[in-house]
């Protein structure tokens, strides 16, 4: 991958642009993307003058933001409404309150700091989605955290870009070790809820 990239990027910078663009777009827009790859190859190209550090920097904003917003706006639009039809156990009017109780309360600094928890922007951005958070607060907040988490990224890829391997290996270590947890309590939720849910129905049987 970073062969190929750099063989392109040789010859024609402006392609290089737009798949970086594609891939930090569909980072936050479907699950499994490696995102965060593509963004620790940009700022190593960036690091090595290969590409234009600004230019760069500005594209994987622009990629994340954008695929934010239309993971944001797709739950905006129907990720309600599609619960609320579908009537489901797990997702009750009282369940969907509290959701939007903790999301206004602290949706602000769940949208700025779920960019440092790779598995978590998707769901982050569905859920500030399914509440009703407002477009301007979810951008600016949203921007926020991708600035300061691709900021950092730039900066140790242009400090230390002579040991891309290096930072490569340990973030992807972290996105990896972050991911995990993240659905060992996503696992824990569910279970939690499916053993609630079976002992309701105990009980109104009994």
């Not at 993307?33 to 590409?51: K, N, Q």
């Not at 009750?92 to 206004?104: L, P, T, V």
């Not at 769901?123 to 950092?152: D, E, M, Q, R």
Request: glycine share 8%; with cysteine; net charge positive.
């Amino acid at each position: 991958m970073e062969a190929y990239f750099q063989a392109i990027a040789a010859n024609n910078n402006l392609l290089v642009y737009s798949i970086l663009f594609i891939f930090i777009f569909l980072e936050n827009t479907l699950p499994f993307i490696p995102g965060d790859g593509i963004l620790i190859l940009a700022a190593f190209l960036s690091g090595r003058g290969i590409l234009m550090p600004s230019v760069t920097f500005w594209i994987t904003i622009l990629g994340g933001a954008a695929g934010f917003l239309f993971a944001f706006a797709l739950s905006r639009r129907w990720g309600r409404a599609y619960c609320e039809h579908k009537n489901y156990r797990f997702m009750s009017a009282q369940r969907m309150a509290k959701i939007d109780h903790y999301f206004q309360r602290f949706g602000a600094w769940l949208l700025t700091f779920s960019r440092l928890l790779p598995g978590s922007r998707l769901l982050t951005a569905l859920t500030a989605g399914f509440s009703n958070i407002s477009y301007p607060k979810a951008l600016i907040f949203t921007t926020g955290g991708i600035v300061l988490w691709n900021g950092a990224i730039f900066t140790l890829g242009s400090i230390l870009s002579q040991h891309w391997t290096t930072i490569k290996l340990y973030l992807t270590s972290y996105n990896k070790l972050v991911t995990i947890i993240i659905i060992i309590i996503a696992g824990i939720i569910i279970l939690k809820l499916t053993l609630s849910r079976i002992q309701s129905e105990q009980t109104n049987n009994g």
